[in-house]
């Protein structure tokens, strides 16, 4: 076994956190989400649903953001430092927060109501 170098042990340890910090979101979010579909399953199920689809629709619109937000930091850095392929990082994961938004819009967007009859 071949030993990691500083970097490699850097960015092992940081996934680790990233990866905890990620399941304590999910966590705590779907802890706060009981309670509203708790409250919401007396009336009908139909509200719980519209209730979720906004929750998610928000949810991926900020982290969306987030992420874009992120990737103009790293795009000032990467400019400030001349680093070319970071600058392309950058930009892709700028795109993809674009995208998170957009999916978080479309999800926003969705009409899940059931026609009864």
């Given at each position: 076994?071949?030993?990691l170098t500083?970097?490699?042990?850097k960015?092992?340890k940081?996934t680790?956190?990233?990866?905890?910090?990620?399941?304590?979101?999910?966590?705590i979010?779907?802890?706060?989400c009981?309670n509203a579909?708790a409250?919401?399953?007396?009336?009908?199920?139909?509200?719980a649903?519209t209730?979720?689809?906004?929750?998610?629709?928000k949810a991926?619109?900020?982290?969306?953001?987030?992420?874009?937000?992120?990737?103009?930091v790293?795009?000032?850095m990467?400019?400030?430092d001349?680093?070319g392929?970071?600058?392309g990082?950058a930009?892709w994961?700028?795109?993809g927060?674009?995208?998170?938004?957009?999916?978080g819009?479309?999800?926003?967007?969705?009409?899940?109501?059931m026609?009864?009859?």
């Open positions: 076994m071949r030993n500083k970097n490699e042990l960015d092992k940081m680790k956190v990233w990866r905890v910090v990620g399941s304590t979101a999910v966590l979010m779907t802890v706060f009981m579909f409250a919401e399953a007396a009336g009908g199920g139909a509200t649903i209730t979720a689809k906004n929750l998610l629709s991926a619109t900020a982290g969306g953001g987030l992420w874009a937000v992120w990737g103009l790293t795009l000032g990467s400019i400030k001349s680093n392929p970071g600058i990082n930009i994961q700028i795109l927060g674009a995208i998170i938004i957009a999916a819009v479309a999800i926003g967007a969705l009409d899940l109501t026609a009864t009859s």
